[in-house]
């Protein structure tokens, strides 16, 4: 068909490597310091999609029902600032969740293409074991983000 939509894929960045990621507590923030999205990053792309890996072992232990990772954007203005930091009292800028499955092994998940801040970003991920869980996410993780938009 002509004029079909047509995602196009910018260049993947890795925002955590697996070598530089620590562990994350229960309900602990963790920035994603390896990378960040700036705006000469396939400028104009106005949507990402998200990569989660957790490191072979994945947990402490197994996560329990519930058990989530969510994403955060600290968007970067036009002048090149980046505040505030995401943390506790300051959780705005969602970006996705990942709904996690209650075993103690290497999950890998991918969102779909959701709405990136087009001037660039740092990221930060969320881990809340569900329930009464304790469980962190073993050190070794990675997050990467693709660039993407639609064209025809």
């Given at each position: 068909m002509a004029n079909e939509a047509i995602l196009t894929l910018g260049t993947e960045l890795i925002l955590e490597t697996t070598a530089s990621s620590g562990s994350i507590s229960d309900a602990a923030f963790s920035e994603c310091d390896s990378d960040d999205r700036q705006s000469t990053d396939d400028a104009g792309y106005p949507l990402g999609i998200f990569e989660f890996s957790t490191e072979t072992t994945g947990f402490s232990a197994a996560p329990t029902a519930g058990a989530a990772i969510h994403i955060y954007e600290q968007k970067i203005n036009s002048d090149g600032n980046d505040a505030p930091?995401?943390?506790?009292?300051?959780?705005?800028?969602?970006?996705?969740?990942?709904?996690?499955?209650p075993a103690d092994a290497q999950q890998h998940f991918t969102s779909p293409p959701v709405p990136?801040?087009?001037?660039?970003?740092?990221?930060?991920?969320?881990?809340?074991?569900?329930?009464?869980g304790t469980a962190s996410v073993d050190a070794g993780w990675e997050l990467r983000l693709t660039p993407v938009t639609y064209g025809t």
């Open positions: 930091d995401v943390d506790s009292s300051y959780e705005n800028d969602y970006v996705y969740t990942f709904n996690v499955d990136i801040n087009r001037g660039g970003g740092k990221y930060w991920v969320k881990w809340v074991d569900g329930g009464a």
